[in-house]
């Protein structure tokens, strides 16, 4: 069974920034899936932040300005999502994706942007 562990969040000032990791931890081959992040602030539903496609096509939240940028290393079955000129807004639970069917998350990891 395919696990999804994300690392990589934290507590950070406004303006700073910080690097999220997701591992799929069984033998699979991710490059056959999209993989991506969502997050959700307490109070509000999951939303997309960003994904990305087997051949490396991201597709951004349009209301994150460019700010993020979505990576993939299919050898590593890793995920990444840079995270700058972060604000307070996007402080949230973040979760990793993966298409594999019906779908699989990650336990979420927490930022937290101080204003």
């Known amino acids: 069974q395919v696990q999804l562990v994300e690392s990589g969040g934290g507590l950070v000032q406004t303006g700073g920034s910080l690097k999220l990791s997701c591992v799929a931890t069984?033998?699979?081959?991710?490059?056959?899936?999209?993989m991506g992040w969502f997050r959700q602030a307490p109070g509000n539903q999951r939303e997309l932040v960003a994904t990305i496609t087997p051949g490396g096509s991201p597709n951004y939240a349009e209301s994150l300005e460019g700010r993020f940028t979505i990576s993939r290393d299919n050898v590593r079955n890793s995920v990444f999502l840079q995270m700058d000129r972060l604000k307070p807004e996007d402080t949230a639970v973040y979760y990793c994706?993966?298409?594999?069917?019906?779908?699989?998350w990650g336990q979420g990891t927490q930022v937290t942007v101080s204003s």
């Open positions: 994706y993966m298409s594999i069917p019906p779908g699989r």
């Open positions: 069984a033998s699979i081959n991710i490059n056959i899936y999209t």
